[in-house]
């Protein structure tokens, strides 16, 4: 279990200098070629945040080499049980540790961890922090497979149209999360589309939701889809039942926007 008395590290929340308890939320599966280099950036970038390593049934040794860093808490899954649990587990375990905020970043090397203090700092004015790959035009970064720029791009549409949020990055995962918003939220979808369902609580709850432009990188162009989503049109079809569901339970008056959606 994670220590009830963590660590504490300074940011800003609104105007006033607070003293936060923040949690680091690293998802893995099967990352041992970068999780030592990772997990040494992201303790060097916020040394004062506790972190937790999620392991989703990984079959290499990342939780062995996980386990020869001091102060990281792992928590493993004896089977894989999707990128989207894993962050669930993550979740659970800031909201059982009595967390403030909690940090998402993923271990794939696509997350650059010396941003994490902007994001602590930015948490501080809403209650989540996404990352953007396309807010800033002027930001270096890779080109994105062209897939996934077309799924970003249609999904964005969506979820401007229902949530009202000018977002412009669907699935990043580099997040700060209020833990206080992260109990409002009922999140159930293990797999890819776990964020679709945050969009769309955010907004049924009117949570505060802003943007920082982060870097694009992509180490792998090729990286596989676990769960049969390589396909895009899979994984097209798959992200609408999502975004349907959830639109249904939580704004159901805006349900059309995602049934006109459907070709």
């Not at 009830?4 to 099967?30: D, K, Q």
């Amino acid at each position: 279990m994670i220590a009830t008395s963590p660590a504490r590290s300074y940011t800003e929340w609104g105007n006033v200098r607070c003293n936060v308890r923040s949690l680091i939320i690293i998802p893995v599966y099967n990352e041992e070629a970068a999780l030592q280099r990772v997990l040494g950036e992201v303790r060097r970038a916020a040394p004062q945040s506790d972190l937790v390593v999620v392991d989703d049934g990984s079959t290499d040794r990342s939780t062995e080499l996980a386990s020869q860093h001091s102060g990281v808490e792992i928590v493993r899954h004896d089977v894989n049980r999707g990128y989207g649990q894993s962050l669930i587990t993550g979740f659970g375990q800031a909201v059982a540790g009595g967390y403030d905020v909690a940090i998402t970043i993923d271990c794939d090397e696509q997350h650059e961890p010396q941003r994490i203090p902007d994001f602590l700092r930015a948490i501080g004015g809403a209650d989540i922090v996404s990352g953007s790959r396309y807010l800033d035009p002027a930001m270096p970064g890779d080109p994105p497979p062209p897939d996934r720029l077309r799924l970003n791009q249609e999904f964005v549409a969506k979820l401007r149209a229902i949530t009202g949020y000018p977002i412009t990055d669907a699935w990043c995962g580099f997040k700060a999360y209020r833990v206080e918003a992260l109990r409002k939220l009922v999140l159930t979808e293990p797999s890819y589309g776990m964020p679709l369902q945050v969009w769309v609580q955010a907004a049924y709850h009117r949570l505060r939701v802003i943007e920082l432009p982060v870097a694009r990188i992509y180490k792998n162009p090729s990286r596989r889809f676990w769960g049969g989503l390589d396909d895009p049109q899979t994984r097209r079809a798959y992200y609408l039942r999502v975004l349907e569901a959830e639109v249904a339970r939580w704004l159901p008056d805006r349900l059309s926007l995602v049934q006109g959606a459907r070709s």
